[in-house]
């Protein structure tokens, strides 16, 4: 009798190592191009004590660049209405703190505050989010799912509510492999009693008592804090500059908005290298590159998970 070596089917592929990248980095590579383009430096100082998250009052290193209009701590922007050179006493509006709804938190001695900035933080961190958002469907974040097919006479298994998609559908047998199920259907609108998530998957043909991992697509998630990692969002690392390039050409038309009231002569003057129209050419030039690299991401996500033949019945 010939002996017969059976093949496993191929692991699912080890996921990316975790990228060490945060929002804050990406805001601040962010903000440098933008500094480039502006040829006008942010004017900043640094808090000489604590504030809290409801005060109205604080005091700076350096007062004699502030003046009346938005003041900027970390991602929270702020209207002042009074200063004093000589002690560093700056005022804020009553109503002053979370302005352009940012949110009001607490700022620490030594915190840098920027005197009216030329792109505030909370604008490129909600057009990092804005663009996280726009990836979907182009790309998406994939994780796992695993459960007991414990039951003989059960063929749907509920998911989570996040799952936009399953890309494959495996069963670990008692060696350890892997063994691609070959009988499955999604439902997205299942009923209650089946799942409560409204999302559920059934297989067919998986042995009773073997563990069944699903793996599926989400939509990104924003990042909702500085140190929120860009691996949170369930991208792969080579989303960043995709990030980057595409909130760039959101963020720089928006200086040629500024460009439309020119209130004084140093500014026109400011304005002369750089004229009406020419933020948004450069804009143009990033989309092209953030179309580009798009392209790019998308062969490389469905490379790594392509589409799998399956029954439906």
Not at 35 to 62: E, M, N, R, Y
Not at 91 to 109: D, E, I, Q, S, Y
Not at 114 to 132: D, F, W
């Amino acid at each position: 009798m010939p002996l017969i070596i059976k093949i496993p089917d191929s692991p699912l592929p080890p996921p990316p190592p975790v990228d060490g990248t945060d929002r804050d980095d990406i805001v601040e590579e962010i903000l440098s191009d933008l500094q480039g383009f502006t040829a006008a430096p942010d004017q900043v100082t640094s808090l000489t004590s604590d504030i809290t998250a409801d005060a109205t009052t604080l005091t700076v290193q350096d007062a004699a660049g502030v003046s009346s209009g938005l003041l900027e701590i970390g991602d929270e922007l702020m209207w002042v209405t009074g200063f004093d050179g000589q002690s560093g006493n700056v005022t804020l509006l009553p109503k002053g703190r979370g302005w352009r709804g940012t949110t009001a938190v607490a700022h620490g001695k030594g915190d840098t505050v920027v005197v009216s900035p030329n792109v505030p933080r909370s604008v490129v961190v909600r057009e990092v989010n804005n663009q996280i958002r726009a990836l979907y469907p182009s790309l998406f974040g994939v994780r796992t799912y695993e459960f007991i097919h414990d039951n003989p006479l059960q063929n749907a298994w509920p998911l989570p509510a996040e799952a936009e998609a399953v890309f494959d559908v495996r069963f670990k047998d008692y060696l350890g492999n892997y063994e691609r199920v070959r009988n499955w259907e999604v439902e997205f609108s299942t009923d209650a009693t089946v799942s409560t998530s409204g999302v559920a998957v059934r297989v067919g043909h998986v042995p009773i008592g073997y563990p069944v991992q699903i793996v599926y697509g989400v939509r990104p998630t924003v990042l909702s804090t500085g140190t929120s990692l860009l691996a949170d969002t369930g991208l792969q690392p080579g989303a960043k500059d995709l990030l980057v390039l595409g909130a760039l050409a959101r963020i720089i038309p928006m200086l040629d908005v500024a460009r439309l009231e020119v209130q004084h002569a140093a500014a026109d003057e400011l304005a002369t290298p750089r004229p009406l129209g020419s933020a948004s050419a450069l804009a143009d030039k990033f989309t092209k590159q953030y179309q580009q690299r798009l392209v790019e991401e998308r062969r490389i996500l469905s490379d790594r998970y392509p589409a799998r033949v399956h029954w439906t019945r």
